[in-house]
């Protein structure tokens, strides 16, 4: 009778509670911390070789993912289409972030809005640093600055190295790091985000108690920030 009943309470369970790379995180408001969090839960997720491997598990080398299926392309290069999907489920209207499959039409959508930093390799003298939350547009070719072949989501940078979350990146997604002087980085798109923390701004002033996690980062108040050793909060 027990095992019987296990079986009954397993088959009335749906589907999508057993699915692998849901979205788990509940929105707060905060469209910075939102879009990260999303992308958090997506780390690891890998492409199918057909429609059947969209799970993100299979592993594969075919296009074939969730989120061109959400956008409407699939099989498709899907960077973009990732960056659009996270921005999606945390509750990103478009205006703000653009629902792009095209790196080149994203990077030029913030381009004319004013929302773009272009990055040292491109312009050696700017002083800006990659702020958490960024969308980070890369280039194949080091001596273009309007053909940008891949894109991902700034998590944390400094002076020297920005942190990233990236899908279809050896074909998955996956954090990765570069050098904020990388030949191959194009620039910067800073999102007018509302709801928190904006691109380009800091934390609100007041007195924070820091707790350090498990993975390196920090709690600020009620938002995650990484922080190096130095860093001052006041």
């Known amino acids: 009778a027990l095992v019987l009943c296990t079986l009954m309470l397993v088959a009335a369970l749906p589907l999508s509670s057993f699915a692998a ?17 999303v992308a958090t839960t997506q780390i690891g997720y890998t492409e199918g070789n057909n429609a ?7 592993g594969g080398s075919g296009n074939y993912t969730k989120y061109g299926r959400w956008y409407g392309i ?14 999606n489920q945390a509750g990103i209207p478009s205006s703000i972030i653009t629902k792009h499959a ?3 039409l994203g990077m030029q959508w913030f381009q004319n809005k004013g929302q773009f930093q272009f990055s040292k390799a491109v312009t050696p003298s700017t002083t800006y640093t990659p702020k958490r939350g ?3 547009y890369f280039r194949t070719k080091t001596n273009q600055i309007a053909d940008s072949t891949h894109v991902g989501i700034v998590y944390a940078a400094d002076a020297s190295t920005v942190y990233t979350i990236e899908g279809n990146t050896s074909n998955k997604c996956a954090r990765k790091s570069y050098s904020t002087s990388s030949a191959y980085i194009i620039g910067y798109g800073t999102p007018a985000y509302t709801g928190g923390s904006s691109s380009g701004g800091g934390t ?9 996690d498990p993975n390196g980062g920090t709690m600020v ?10 860093d001052t909060y006041t």
């Open 21 to 37: 790379y849901e979205n788990t995180h509940t929105n707060s408001g905060n469209m910075i911390e939102d879009l990260i969090a």
């Open 52 to 58: 059947a491997g969209e799970s993100g598990t299979t």
């Open 74 to 87: 699939n099989p498709g290069a899907w960077c973009a289409m990732f960056v659009s999907w996270c921005a």
């Open 102 to 104: 095209s790196c080149d």
């Open 134 to 136: 960024d969308i980070i």
């Open 204 to 212: 609100s002033t007041g007195s924070y108690t820091i707790t350090m």
């Open 221 to 230: 108040g009620s938002k995650t920030y990484k922080a190096k050793v130095g």
